[in-house]
């Protein structure tokens, strides 16, 4: 356990429908990402928030995608209307950017499936 | 744009055996280079860190080493353990301060490590 939770694990959805992931950072850690993997290939970086700022998108984040970190800590990832090429694993991750050389901690991800 | 890729895809070696994972990425003009291990259906573990201004970190019985002049990294494991059998990912990342910015990761290399 990492420290970095993330809810819910599985989400099975139709396709149409509308879904949000949940995640909570180490609680001093300012820096908070987002991150989609699909199977077979390496995480690709979707959004990061400092505080409650969102500092930088991913084109790969459409306008049916939304990130949320209101005050600063916990976040929230929609994805509206989904599509099947939605499906993936949605991984948080968060550090203190404090200082260098800091270490990055990896939620353990919500899967995702669009029937 | 940044490209990562990791060769083999796939390795098992029989425990006991030292062993040499490799990263190779497009742009040399970054870079923070990170390790990571990946463990089936699990979110990522950061092993080693390694900034710009860094040749090589260790960890316990892994060495991770970047050249960027010729745009690779090595990820060494020494006496492997069937424990280390996981998915281990590079990951590279623009020079800043804290080096976790936009992770642009590999497809990773399946180790097994054989009883």
């Known amino acids: 356990d990492t420290g970095v939770s993330q809810d819910p694990r599985h989400k099975i959805t139709k396709r149409g429908q509308n879904v949000t992931f949940r995640c909570d950072p180490i609680s001093e850690h300012n820096r908070l990402y987002w991150y989609r993997q699909t199977l077979g290939q390496g995480p690709e970086f979707l959004t990061y928030?400092?505080?409650?700022?969102?500092?930088?998108k991913s084109r790969l984040l459409s306008d049916r995608f939304s990130a949320e970190r209101p005050k600063g800590s916990f976040s929230t990832l929609e994805i509206q209307r989904t599509e099947q090429g939605d499906s993936a694993m949605y991984l948080c991750?968060?550090?203190?950017?404090?200082?260098?050389?800091?270490?990055?901690?990896f939620g353990e991800g919500s899967w995702l499936t669009v029937v | 744009k940044q490209e990562v890729t990791q060769i083999p895809a796939a390795l098992s070696v029989p425990e006991g055996e030292n062993l040499v994972l490799n990263c190779s990425f497009t742009?040399?003009?970054?870079?923070?280079l990170q390790w990571f291990r990946q463990d089936p259906g699990k979110g990522l573990t950061s092993l080693l860190l390694?900034?710009?201004?860094?040749r090589e970190q260790t960890s316990g019985r892994l060495n991770a080493s970047l050249d960027k002049s010729s745009g690779r990294s090595t990820l060494y494991i020494a006496a492997s353990q069937p424990g280390d059998s996981a998915t281990y990912l590079c990951?590279?990342?623009?020079?800043?301060?804290?080096?976790?910015?936009?992770?642009?990761f590999g497809t990773g290399t399946r180790l097994t490590i054989i009883p």
């Open positions: 390694i900034q710009s201004s860094q």
């Open positions: 990951a590279g990342a623009p020079i800043s301060n804290f080096g976790n910015e936009k992770l642009t």
């Open positions: 991750a968060s550090m203190s950017a404090r200082s260098s050389g800091n270490t990055i901690y």
């Open positions: 928030f400092q505080n409650e700022a969102q500092l930088e």
């Open positions: 742009d040399s003009a970054i870079y923070n």
